[in-house]
């Protein structure tokens, strides 16, 4: 399991993002307190995703953050309703999924499904 990750963020873009987060069912935490000046935290179940706060950040250039939304539908249906453009992509392991990019412009696969274990 991936405990968290760490997106580059635009200090003004810093509140888009965090309610971009609330609709694919993150919520804010508070960061510790070393961070806290310098970072909001979004927590789904035990994954955080860390937005840092960056003059002059770097979007995910060819990756992406894959989220499983257990709601995919009605998850899309929210994004979409919020004026964000949810794009479908080919099934893998028998899941739908789509990208959607946050705010900051960083891209995120929604996954109706985790991929089966391996081996």
Known sequence: ??????LEI???RL???VDFYALIGFAEVRPPPSLAGRARWVQSGPT????????DPVTLPRGHVAVL???YDE????????GFEVEPRAEHWGAR???VRDPAGNLIELMASAPPPSG
Do not use: G
């Open 1 to 6: 399991m991936i405990a968290h990750v760490t």
């Open 10 to 12: 635009r200090p003004d």
């Open 15 to 17: 509140p888009d993002c």
């Open 48 to 55: 955080q995703i860390h937005l840092m706060h960056v003059e």
């Open 69 to 71: 939304a257990e709601a």
């Open 75 to 82: 998850t899309v249906s929210r994004l979409e309703e919020a």
């Open 97 to 99: 999924r789509s990208y």
